[in-house]
């Protein structure tokens, strides 16, 4: 018996996160949940939107999964996500993408896996709001130390990019590499502009690289690298970014599979691993049971591999790829706009992928 922590989060979070709970039971794993309520609404009722009680469950059970969590743009309380894998020390977030046959997209043969760095450069949570005293002070400080002036209605967000940080998120990406057959290892950057940062992320990571002859390496500059996915993605194989870069690559790479309801993901850290979708909240779709849920259910496939949980892992994915391929139960985001088969709900699409789970 496995006891996993299951946050359903919030928006469209809870039908998803009902759907994959269907599936992953369909598999005849043992699973007790400890589900754990985090976001807006917990805000509202607890006064925070990641309580205690939620960190202590993934402490206890070591493995959790998540849907989404909304978070207020601009002002309101900061990032669950981010908070989550900063506190659990969640340094790397994986993303692969890959192309399904039958799914609706400009692309195929697409073999991506995203590799991103989670607690530094600009989701540090280092800020200093708009004329704030503090903040003119360090506009001061700015203009003794550099002689360069910045206004001083500026808001400034530090980008922190360190040594530790890079190496422990590229050596990730090159056991990665290794443990799963991949030929090469891309670092994506922009150390011609920010040569302290991106510069050391760079000069780190062709040092890692040193340590594994076996597999290729090269480097990419983020706007290039945006441009070659959309040309060319069959030339790569692994990505390895810092955060920022990390976090918008990974929805391009979704987009060239099919969408963000295809793209799952997980976040690793030496003690503890939270798998969630790429996708967000969608709050526009809550509660309507319309989303598709092959991200999260995708996500619990990488869950129950990482529990050694193989073979039911391998069942959810095949079932997938068959549900997907068939194309008689799919959302409306995998439909063709003069599709002779309607699309179906979340609900339907798990009911679905049980039923072939149950057929394999
Ligand atoms: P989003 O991912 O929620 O939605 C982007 C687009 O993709 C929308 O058109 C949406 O309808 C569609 N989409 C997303 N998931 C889908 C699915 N499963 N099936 C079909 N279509 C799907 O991104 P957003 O609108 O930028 O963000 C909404 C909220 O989610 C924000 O508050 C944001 O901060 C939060 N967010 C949370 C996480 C997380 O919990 N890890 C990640 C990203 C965004």
């Not at 601009?74 to 996500?81: H, K, M, P």
């Not at 697409?110 to 800020?127: Q, S």
């Not at 967000?157 to 360190?162: G, Q, W, Y």
């Not at 990482?306 to 139960?329: L, T």
């Amino acid at each position: 018996m496995h006891k996993i922590t299951l946050i359903p989060g919030d928006g469209i979070g809870p039908e998803i996160s009902e759907a994959m709970k269907k599936v992953v039971e369909a598999t005849g794993v043992s699973i007790q949940w400890d589900i754990q309520f985090a976001g807006e609404e917990v805000y509202l009722k607890e006064g925070n939107p990641l309580p205690q009680r939620v960190i202590d469950s993934i402490k206890a059970n070591k493995v959790a999964i998540k849907g989404p969590i909304t978070t207020p743009v601009g002002t309101g309380f900061r990032s669950v996500n981010v908070t989550l894998r900063q506190t659990l020390d969640l340094y790397a977030c994986v993303r692969p993408c890959r192309s399904f046959r039958g799914a609706k997209t400009r692309y195929e043969n697409v073999d991506l896996v995203i590799i991103r760095e989670n607690t530094e450069d600009l989701y540090a949570g280092v800020e200093f709001k708009k004329s704030e005293p503090e903040t003119l002070e360090l506009i001061k400080f700015i203009e003794e130390k550099t002689g360069k002036k910045l206004r001083e209605d500026s808001g400034i967000t530090i980008k922190p990019i360190s040594v530790f940080g890079t190496e422990r998120i590229v050596r990730f990406a090159f056991e990665y590499a290794r443990r799963h057959g991949r030929r090469k290892v891309t670092a994506v950057h922009k150390a011609n502009i920010m040569k302290y940062t991106d510069g050391l992320f760079l000069e780190v990571a062709r040092q890692v690289a040193n340590e594994y002859s076996d597999i290729e390496f090269e480097d990419k500059i983020v706007d290039n690298m945006c441009m070659q996915l959309v040309q060319k993605p069959e030339l790569y194989d692994v990505l390895v970014l810092p955060n920022l870069y990390g976090d918008i690559v990974s929805d391009l790479a979704a987009g060239l599979i099919g969408g963000l309801g295809l793209a799952p993901g997980a976040n690793i850290g030496d003690k503890y691993a939270v798998f969630e979708p790429t996708h967000g909240s969608a709050p526009k779709y809550k509660g309507l049971n319309k989303v598709n849920p092959f991200a999260i259910i995708l996500s619990a496939a990488m869950m129950l591999k990482h529990i050694g949980e193989v073979k039911a892992a391998d069942k959810i994915e095949k079932a997938v790829e068959e549900v997907i391929k068939e194309g008689k139960y799919l959302t409306y985001d995998m439909k063709y706009e003069n599709d002779s088969i309607p699309p179906v709900g979340t609900k339907e699409v798990a009911e679905a992928v049980v039923d072939k789970i149950k057929s394999l």
